[in-house]
């Protein structure tokens, strides 16, 4: 460590990275021997950035108190503030009188645009920016197709990933934070109200999740340590606790994606070699996901296949409503829309699976569902999400073809076989038998009298018959079919 020689503070501004540990812009500014200032803002103000919904409200609200108490125990202080980043930055280095700030970088076009500005303004004012990469394996960036351009292909792109990556060692994470003695105002975190405005929505969440990076780390010990040995040949099953659920904890920067695999390729960590790259390859979908974000900015509103605006897409109307709710008369469909109200999360077959639906189904446009998603998941993320949504609609790079029309009752027979996913989340079907719960409809009067439904009152008949939904998408897909035009690529700005 080198010894700071004019005892000005030094900033380290939190944003996508809430830990401690593996964080590089915290370990630099550590590294200059000087008093911190440990930042953090909720930028409403800022045009163009992405605000959090309900649940990610929800999970940031905790997340920053268990931030807070760890560097409390390290002998730092966590600095809150609510609104415009550039102003508030800008005020407390006026007051401090610190000279360099550091901070991870961001991906997002708004983040990116900020990011830049703000270098630019704090170099005139001869303030230091250092930003580090402490979000991607890869920075988006930095993996290119042979002509030097951005891939619009999963697997060449992982490959690629694979065959550059350096397997660095995680950054520890620290013994002491030393405070700046002056007093820096900072925000309580109650008066921001983060937390959801429905009544009674997220009463459970509590009980499910920890934020934070001690829960990350529980969760991640606990996947190591025993789920790990099935996830290959199980992962697809929603009814099997076999996945590790560290999605939330990757979104709000509680663990890192180099973390996640140092452990997953220690020689000494259990399972085997086929559960260890099935896990990394989902890994790489993130690491791909924020590859196209930084390529194509407008990821959650310009469909990528510009063929699709021309898609007649239905308006959104009680069918949506219903889908919201998991009242679609589909089992699994609502089992997961209610896994995802009542948790936050939804395990990824179902969320294609209600994609499928949504879009194919329903014929509404992918975008209300990645609003919905945006509001309800713990792990909402601008980059996961509209590119899984892009893929289900088929829109998307390395998208699944619109005419793979998800069967809702197919894939719950494939990976639901006994009911168990769908019992917890639609227990007013419980006592079907395990061939009857995927299509109560079919079930004799007698039988449904007999296991206490009334269809219709109870559970509700379906919304909509498959076969006749799916050669509607079909017949719709088929209007708009053409060779997609090449869509003009805009030149993203780099990270700053």
């Not at 250092?130 to 292909?153: A, C, D, M, Q, Y």
């Not at 939804?346 to 975008?367: A, D, E, P, Y």
């Not at 939904?469 to 090449?486: E, G, I, N, T």
Request: glycine share 6%; charged share 25%; proline share 7%.
């Amino acid at each position: 460590m080198s010894t700071d020689t004019n005892h000005k503070p030094v900033i380290v501004w939190f944003r996508e990275d809430l830990r401690l540990s593996d964080n590089p812009a915290l370990v630099s500014a550590l590294e200059t021997g000087a008093p911190l200032i440990l930042l953090f803002v909720l930028d409403d103000e800022t045009d163009g950035l992405r605000q959090p919904g309900g649940a990610s409200r929800w999970w940031l609200f905790r997340s920053l108190k268990s931030l807070a108490q760890d560097i409390a125990a390290l002998g730092g202080r966590l600095i809150l503030r609510r609104g415009e980043s550039r102003r508030i930055v800008e005020d407390i280095l006026s007051t401090s009188g610190a000279d360099r700030i550091f901070w991870n970088r961001r991906y997002g076009e708004a983040e990116v645009a900020l990011d830049k500005a703000m270098k630019a303004d704090l170099g005139d004012q001869s303030v230091d920016v250092h930003s580090f990469n402490g979000r991607l394996i890869n920075e988006p960036w930095t993996i290119k197709t042979k002509s030097g351009g951005p891939f619009r292909v999963f697997t060449p792109f992982w490959k690629a990933c694979n065959a550059s990556a350096q397997r660095e060692q995680p950054l520890p994470s620290p013994n002491r934070l030393p405070p700046y003695s002056s007093e820096i105002a900072s925000d309580e975190i109650e008066p921001w109200d983060l937390m959801p405005s429905r009544p009674n929505w997220a009463s459970d969440f509590a009980r499910i999740w920890t934020p934070g990076e001690h829960g990350a780390r529980l969760l991640m010990d606990e996947f190591f340590s025993g789920k790990i040995a099935d996830y290959a040949d199980r992962r697809d099953e929603p009814g099997t606790d076999v996945t590790s659920r560290l999605s939330p904890h990757l979104a709000f920067g509680e663990i890192s994606p180099r973390q996640i695999r140092w452990v997953t390729e220690w020689p000494d960590t259990p399972g085997s070699e086929e559960n260890k790259r099935k896990f990394l390859t989902e890994i790489g979908w993130r690491e791909f996901a924020y590859h196209l974000l930084f390529h194509n900015p407008n990821l959650a509103t310009v469909n990528l296949q510009s063929k699709f605006d021309r898609f007649e897409w239905a308006e959104p109307d009680e069918a949506f409503d219903a889908w919201k709710r998991g009242q679609t008369g589909y089992p699994l469909v609502d089992a997961a829309m209610r896994q995802l109200w009542q948790t936050g999360w939804m395990h990824n077959r179902c969320r294609m699976v209600v994609g499928s639906f949504l879009v194919k189904h329903l014929l509404i446009n992918w975008q209300h569902g990645e609003e919905w998603f945006w509001d309800t998941l713990v792990d909402a993320d601008q980059a996961n999400n509209p590119v899984a949504w892009q893929w289900i609609a088929g829109s998307g790079a390395d998208a699944a073809p619109f005419y793979r029309v998800f069967n809702p009752i197919l894939q719950s027979r494939k990976f639901d076989p006994d009911g168990t996913y769908i019992r917890s989340f639609c227990p007013e079907l419980a006592a079907l038998n395990n061939s009857q719960i995927h299509e109560p409809w079919t079930v004799t009067p007698m039988e449904l009298k007999s296991a206490g439904i009334i269809l219709g009152k109870t559970y509700p008949h379906p919304i909509v018959d498959h076969q006749w939904a799916r050669q509607r998408a079909l017949a719709m897909f088929a209007k708009v079919k053409s060779p997609s035009c090449q869509d003009s690529a805009r030149q993203p700005k780099l990270p700053q």
